[in-house]
């Protein structure tokens, strides 16, 4: 019965587009801001919200204005809701600073554009050099150079604030 058919709540569950070996260039203000690059994109659209997903992994660059690399993201698979601007990352997330050398590993991890933090409430391990310092969760800056630690362990300097 065509009526019956036609009664029927389908989902289309196929992708918008699917593509190999991606790299795409976010600009702000007519400079390239950030490089994003996966060997697996799959675009397509949850409750109206346009999705990318890297199912096979990803690397956001975070560029100077002469597009130097001045920190990334790694991880073993990443979505990103474009609408909402975040970005997670899970399974061997790495975050690096190239300028002071720190990297930090987890396995979840949340980049807000509009905020430009990058933050998680799960275990993190941060590498400074010699240094190791963990914690229970994370909130720093896109650039990765302002951090706060939940529950921080190891050496941290403290950078004291003189009253004026």
């Known amino acids: 019965d065509i009526n019956a058919i036609r009664s029927l ?11 190999r070996d991606v790299e795409v260039l976010y600009s702000e203000r007519g400079y390239v801001q950030i490089r994003l690059t996966g060997p697996l994109m799959i675009h397509t659209t949850i409750d109206e919200e346009p999705v990318l997903e890297f199912p096979e992994g990803f690397q956001v660059s975070f560029l100077d204005s002469n ?4 920190s990334t993201i790694s991880g073993d698979y990443g979505i990103s809701f474009e609408k909402k601007k975040l970005m997670e990352a899970r399974h061997n997330v790495v975050v690096q600073n190239m300028e002071t050398n720190e990297k930090l590993f ?49 050496p941290i300097e403290v950078q004291e604030e003189t009253p004026e």
Request: glycine share 4%; proline share 3%.
């Open 106 to 154: 987890t396995e979840q991890l949340f980049w807000d554009q509009n905020k430009e933090t990058i933050y998680t409430e799960k275990f993190v391990r941060i590498s400074r050099g010699e240094e190791i310092i963990t914690a229970d969760g994370l909130v720093a800056d896109q650039a990765f150079e302002r951090m706060e630690f939940k529950n921080p362990k190891g």
């Open 9 to 19: 709540d389908v989902t289309d569950t196929v992708p918008d587009m699917t593509a």
């Open 67 to 70: 597009f130097r690399v001045k």
